[in-house]
């Protein structure tokens, strides 16, 4: 007769060779590929759109222009999303969607929608940093950090 962790074990490697079977297989390059050049015309995209707050505002600051365009990169996103275009750009170039600003407007956006119908505060509001909260907590506190380590090099009188 089996004992009962020797049958617990069988058990937990029939579900991990089911998981295996059933699991679509990923080519690593095409999808690094994609990711890499989809990314890269995201960031390209980016540079256009501060290239021309550039030339339409050329009194701005450079902090102003990059604030800008940061904005414009988020209100398309979501808008994409919106139509559900960021949706399928994402399943085509996996990370390379998610890593620049606009995946995180995505993130957000997405959430918004889904929980819509459950009305604007306890559905959209409360929703809406479920995925992208725990990305800004971590910002802001390596932030802190980094903050604290530069502020200790100043009064060290460390060159920085």
Known sequence: ???????????????????????PR???FPS?????VIGGLICMIGEGILIGFR?????????????LTSSALIVIAAVMTGFGVYDRLGNFAGGGSIVPITGFSNSMTSAA???????????????????????????????????????VLIISGVPV
């Not at 030339?55 to 604030?67: I, K, Q």
């Not at 306890?122 to 910002?139: D, E, N, Q």
Request: include cysteine; glycine fraction near 8%; hydrophobic fraction near 45%.
């Open 26 to 28: 990923t080519r690593a």
């Open 55 to 67: 030339e339409l505002f050329p009194r701005y600051s450079p902090e102003l222009v990059g604030s």
């Open 113 to 151: 929608m889904e929980y819509r119908k459950e009305g604007i505060i306890f559905g959209t509001c409360s929703h809406m940093f479920k995925i992208a909260g725990p990305v800004i907590v971590v910002g802001i506190a390596l932030s802190m950090v980094v903050g604290f380590v530069y502020w």
């Open 1 to 23: 007769m089996e004992s009962k962790g020797t049958n617990i074990k069988k058990r937990n490697q029939d579900y991990a060779n089911y998981v295996k079977r059933i699991s």
């Open 32 to 36: 690094l590929f994609w990711a890499f």
